[in-house]
T-cell receptor, first 113, second 114 residues
Framework: RKEVEQDPGPFNVPEGATVAFNCTYS??????FFWYRQDCRKEPKLLMS???SGNEDGRFTAQLNRASQYISLLIRDSKLSDSATYLC??????????????FGTGTRLTIIP | NAGVTQTPKFQVLKTGQSMTLQCAQD?????MYWYRQDPGMGLRLIYY???????DKGEVPNGYNVSRLNKREFSLRLESAAPSQTSVYFC??????????????FGPGTRLTV
C-alpha cells in the first residue's frame, strides 16, 4: 500500500463548479499535512497546510480526518487558473526519528471554459 | 530574492557518463533536499541535508551522491548515469527539518535524459 494515495484523475470540471479531491495516508503517526499545487512542467508550490480543525483560504477548504486517515481539498467557484495537479503531502517519522515529507502522485484538474 | 535555483535546466547524458546538478538557495534555510519525480510515482526523496555539514539518505539514494558545500549550496552527483535515472530532479529547501510545519520551497527542476 502506498503511504499517500490520491485519485490521479483527470478531473475535467466546468468553470464555476465545485470540485473535491481526496487523499488517504497509511502512517497513523503522521503529524503534518499539506496540499501543494504543481502547474504543468513547473515546480510544486505550497497551496495550504491542513489543520485538524479544518481550514479555509478563500475558495479553498481543507479538511483532515485523523480517525480515517483522510484529507480532502474543496475548491469552490473554480477558475481556469485552478487547472493544475494537486499533490497531497504528509509528514512521517523515520525509524531514526527523522521527519520527512511523503508526496502523493497528484490529482490532475482541468477547468473547462 | 531568487529563491531556489537549479542548473542545468535540461541535460542529456549517455549511459555511464557522470554529471553534477547544482542547487542554491538565498533564503538562509537550514535544510535542503533532492527529489526525483517520475510519472505515476510522485516525488521521491533522494538525499537531504538537515543543516550545513550533514547529509543523509532518503528513499532512493542508490546511484547518487551529494555535497552540502555551504549553507546555500547542495549538489547532486550521478557518478555513472543509467537509463533508470531519467527523471525530473527538484531541489528544495526549508527553514528547518524536524519541525513539522515548515514549507518546502522548490527549484524549477532539471530534466535529465539518459
Amino acid at each position: 500500500r502506498k503511504e499517500v494515495e490520491q485519485d490521479p484523475g483527470p478531473f475535467n470540471v466546468p468553470e464555476g463548479a465545485t470540485v473535491a479531491f481526496n487523499c488517504t495516508y497509511s502512517n497513523s503517526a503522521s503529524q503534518s499535512f499539506f496540499w501543494y499545487r504543481q502547474d504543468c512542467r513547473k515546480e510544486p508550490k505550497l497551496l495550504m497546510s491542513v489543520y485538524s480543525s479544518g481550514n479555509e483560504d478563500g475558495r479553498f477548504t481543507a479538511q483532515l480526518n485523523r480517525a480515517s486517515q483522510y484529507i480532502s481539498l474543496l475548491i469552490r467557484d473554480s477558475k481556469l487558473s485552478d487547472s493544475a495537479t494537486y499533490l497531497c503531502v504528509v509528514n512521517w517519522i523515520s525509524n531514526f526519528g527523522n521527519e520527512k515529507l511523503t508526496f502523493g502522485t497528484g490529482t490532475r484538474l482541468t477547468i473547462i471554459p | 530574492n531568487a529563491g531556489v535555483t537549479q542548473t542545468p535546466k535540461f541535460q542529456v547524458l549517455k549511459t555511464g557518463q557522470s554529471m553534477t546538478l547544482q542547487c542554491a538557495q538565498d533564503m538562509n534555510h537550514n535544510s535542503m533536499y533532492w527529489y526525483r519525480q517520475d510519472p505515476g510515482m510522485g516525488l521521491r526523496l533522494i538525499y537531504y541535508s538537515a543543516s550545513e555539514g550533514t547529509t543523509d539518505k532518503g528513499e532512493v539514494p542508490n546511484g547518487y551522491n551529494v555535497s552540502r558545500l555551504n549553507k546555500r549550496e547542495f549538489s547532486l552527483r550521478l557518478e555513472s548515469a543509467a537509463p533508470s535515472q531519467t527523471s525530473v530532479y527538484f531541489c528544495a529547501s526549508s527553514e528547518a527539518e524536524g519541525t513539522g510545519g515548515n514549507e518546502q520551497f522548490f527549484g524549477p527542476g532539471t530534466r535529465l535524459t539518459v
